[in-house]
């Protein structure tokens, strides 16, 4: 198969958070396609528990410094890099200090869903695609793993169609079984127009998004799914069924499986 320009857009990535299936596999899975020969990029959020020094994260200038509004506030981007030597992996953290630097992960010390979860993703969808515009590469495929990249699907559908770094992009969405504890308020609705991406589009949803309506969202404007853990949620499963796309079993030995998959998704242009 040709060589690819993949996108992982992920929730957790290990070493910089504590190990969990998705991390593991946000770790393995770019650096499996990087030794295949693809060519990669890496993002994830630089949440509060990830210990900067340790991890050598610095600051990119040139593409820090753009502001995102988000519910009519302005919120300034800030892009970090760092490397897994021993995956030789290169990661881009997208950083806010209300957002990311003073919190945990998706739940505060005691256990409790931050209540603008729903505002972080998209800070996060947009702060990404932003960069990745800045980087002025063309990704054929976005793979998207967590909760904090499920709005990604819909931003490149409607947002950012026409958009010339995305315009033939496909996009993957991994379904895990790590989900949130409570929805993401009344206003996710509101705070998700941008764009091309209007109100009317979100009406078949409820408008208290919870975790198995965000993953609704995300099959509904994704050209593939993958089954990551051996048990995901059933009904995110069976919409994404009666949705009629690509979906790809649970893989323990997953390289193989995901290549041809991607191949599927995105195939070699004749």
Same mark, same amino acid.
């Given at each position: 198969?040709?060589?690819?320009?993949?996108?992982?857009?992920?929730?957790?990535?290990?070493?910089?958070?504590?190990?969990?299936?998705?991390?593991?596999?946000?770790?393995?899975?770019?650096?499996?396609?990087?030794?295949?020969?693809?060519?990669?990029r890496?993002?994830?959020?630089?949440? =509060?528990n990830?210990?900067?020094?340790?991890?050598?994260?610095?600051?990119?200038?040139?593409?820090?410094?753009?502001?995102?509004?988000?519910?009519?506030?302005?919120?300034?981007?800030?892009?970090?890099?760092?490397?897994?030597?021993?995956?030789?992996?290169?990661?881009?953290?997208?950083?806010?200090?209300?957002?990311?630097?003073?919190?945990?992960?998706?739940?505060?010390?005691?256990?409790? +869903?931050?209540? +603008?979860?729903?505002?972080?993703?998209?800070?996060?969808?947009?702060?990404?695609?932003?960069?990745?515009?800045?980087?002025?590469?063309?990704?054929?495929?976005?793979?998207?793993?967590?909760?904090?990249?499920?709005?990604?699907?819909?931003?490149?559908?409607?947002?950012?169609?026409?958009?010339?770094?995305?315009?033939?992009?496909k996009?993957?969405t991994?379904?895990?079984?790590?989900?949130?504890?409570?929805?993401?308020g009344?206003?996710?609705?509101?705070?998700?127009?941008?764009?091309?991406?209007?109100?009317?589009?979100?009406?078949?949803?409820?408008?208290?998004?919870?975790?198995?309506?965000? =993953?609704?969202?995300?099959?509904?404007?994704?050209?593939?799914?993958?089954?990551?853990?051996?048990?995901?949620?059933?009904?995110?499963?069976?919409?994404?069924?009666?949705?009629?796309?690509?979906?790809?079993?649970?893989?323990?030995?997953?390289? +193989?499986?995901?290549?041809?998959?991607?191949?599927?998704?995105?195939?070699?242009?004749?």
């Open positions: 198969m040709a060589k690819k320009k993949i996108l992982f857009i992920n929730q957790e990535i290990a070493p910089y958070v504590p190990d969990s299936n998705m991390s593991l596999m946000g770790q393995a899975l770019p650096q499996v396609m990087q030794e295949r020969g693809h060519e990669i890496t993002f994830m959020p630089k949440w =509060g990830i210990n900067e020094r340790r991890g050598q994260l610095h600051e990119v200038q040139r593409l820090s410094g753009m502001n995102l509004i988000i519910n009519d506030t302005d919120h300034p981007l800030i892009i970090k890099v760092a490397s897994i030597q021993s995956a030789r992996i290169q990661i881009y953290f997208i950083d806010n200090d209300d957002y990311f630097s003073k919190r945990q992960m998706a739940s505060d010390e005691t256990g409790e +869903d931050y209540p +603008d979860n729903g505002e972080r993703a998209i800070f996060f969808a947009r702060g990404v695609l932003e960069t990745v515009k800045k980087l002025r590469w063309v990704p054929d495929i976005i793979h998207c793993q967590g909760w904090m990249s499920a709005v990604v699907p819909l931003y490149i559908k409607t947002a950012y169609h026409d958009e010339p770094s995305f315009a033939n992009t996009v993957v991994s379904l895990f079984t790590k989900s949130l504890k409570k929805d993401l009344p206003n996710f609705k509101n705070c998700l127009e941008f764009r091309d991406t209007k109100a009317d589009l979100l009406a078949t949803y409820n408008d208290n998004f919870d975790f198995e309506e965000l =993953g609704k969202l995300a099959i509904d404007y994704s050209d593939g799914i993958i089954k990551a853990d051996k048990s995901v949620n059933k009904s995110l499963l069976k919409h994404a069924t009666s949705k009629k796309i690509p979906i790809l079993d649970y893989h323990e030995d997953f390289a +193989d499986a995901y290549e041809a998959f991607y191949d599927q998704i995105c195939p070699d242009e004749e």
